[in-house]
């Protein structure tokens, strides 16, 4: 394997570039790209958009550029043009948001690791944030979109093949001394997990050991928006998933913990009823339901247990197991450690 090419230190050290990865095709890399791009946008960050997937490029229709595709990455290593013109401008947001393609789809050319270290340095004077478009698989394209990376967002659905590929991608990325990597649980659908037909936030974070930077539901509307050429976020009428790529954003630019990201989609209910209309009430019951249980998988609220009883088996198995080792022990009824649920009925009793 190459050695990492190393970074021009002289470069704009406040800039932050990071790899949007995943090892397998179909997890939503692109969407994450361009919504996550137009949030920051949003937020007032300049920020570099770069589809790094040569011959098969995506992210310009997903962001209704793709009639303004003039020039690419290769024209301007083959000095046909400079780098602002081959930079496509959101005229929404003009001096935030770009966008650079690699090739056109019908060009194959060959790229080299050193040549796109040098196209993100020379982006890296004039951003705040160059987002990298993986593409699928762990081929030369994959080795060259993470060579100048400083970061990484492995974004994976909670299914087993899914989880594996993001695994094999995890250990290339430390091998090529990328350690800054964060977890994007895409296409999550609360109410499987709650039914354990589906992994949990928790059960897929754990079996990655990364950090999360966020979680997002399965929704309908990207197909309605990729379709329209414009990121879901930009919707009148945000959707759960178009709020949890903000908070996404959000994390990126101030930090924060995951807890707080998590607990601020409680709002989802209220904005589901906003959304949907005569269902408003239904689907709000069903959102905060279906979201308070997968907070409880991620460990952030813990509900009582009779709210949540296929929760209550999963913490009695896990503590029972942990009892038999030696460790504390759960009382079911309270979900409270058996040492003060006892001090409590002695308080009680008193």
Not at 119 to 138: M, T
Not at 300 to 323: E, F, I, K, M, N
């Amino acid at each position: 394997m190459k050695a990492k090419a190393a970074v021009d230190p002289s470069s704009s050290s406040s800039s932050r570039v990071i790899v949007i990865t995943s090892g397998k095709g179909g997890v939503g890399k692109t969407t994450t790209t361009a919504n996550l791009g137009t949030c920051l946008a949003r937020l007032g960050q300049r920020v570099a958009l770069i589809d790094a997937d040569v011959g098969l490029r995506n992210l310009d229709l997903l962001l209704g550029l793709e009639n303004r595709v003039l020039y690419t990455a290769m024209d301007v290593l083959n000095g046909g043009c400079k780098l602002e013109q081959a930079l496509i401008r959101d005229k929404r947001w003009p001096t935030k948001l770009s966008v650079l393609c690699i090739s056109k789809n019908r060009q194959r050319y060959h790229l080299s690791r050193v040549q796109m270290v040098m196209l993100v340095d020379a982006l890296r004077q004039g951003y705040d944030f160059v987002l990298i478009d993986c593409p699928a698989g762990i081929d030369v394209g994959f080795f060259n979109a993470v060579g100048p990376a400083q970061e990484a967002i492995i974004v994976t659905t909670p299914d087993i093949t899914s989880i594996r590929d993001a695994d094999r991608v995890v250990g290339l990325l430390e091998a090529d001394g990328l350690t800054e990597a964060k977890l994007l649980v895409n296409r999550v659908r609360p109410e499987m997990v709650s039914q354990e037909d589906m992994m949990s936030v928790a059960d897929v974070q754990g079996a990655l050991g990364l950090p999360l930077l966020g979680a997002i539901p399965e929704d309908p509307q990207v197909i309605i928006s990729t379709n329209r050429g414009e990121p879901l976020v930009l919707r009148g009428q945000l959707t759960p998933s178009g709020i949890a790529f903000q908070e996404c954003a959000q994390q990126l630019v101030q930090g924060g913990g995951t807890e707080l990201l998590v607990r601020r989609h409680l709002h989802w209910g209220a904005l589901a009823s906003q959304w949907l209309g005569s269902r408003a009430s239904s689907a709000r019951n069903w959102v905060v339901e279906a979201l308070t249980g997968c907070l409880e998988w991620l460990g952030v609220l813990h509900t009582p247990s009779s709210s949540y009883p296929g929760q209550r088996g999963v913490l009695r198995g896990a503590d029972s197991s942990a009892s038999e080792e030696g460790g504390a022990d759960w009382d079911e009824d309270s979900l409270c450690l058996g040492s003060d649920a006892a001090s409590q009925e002695d308080t009680r009793q008193g």
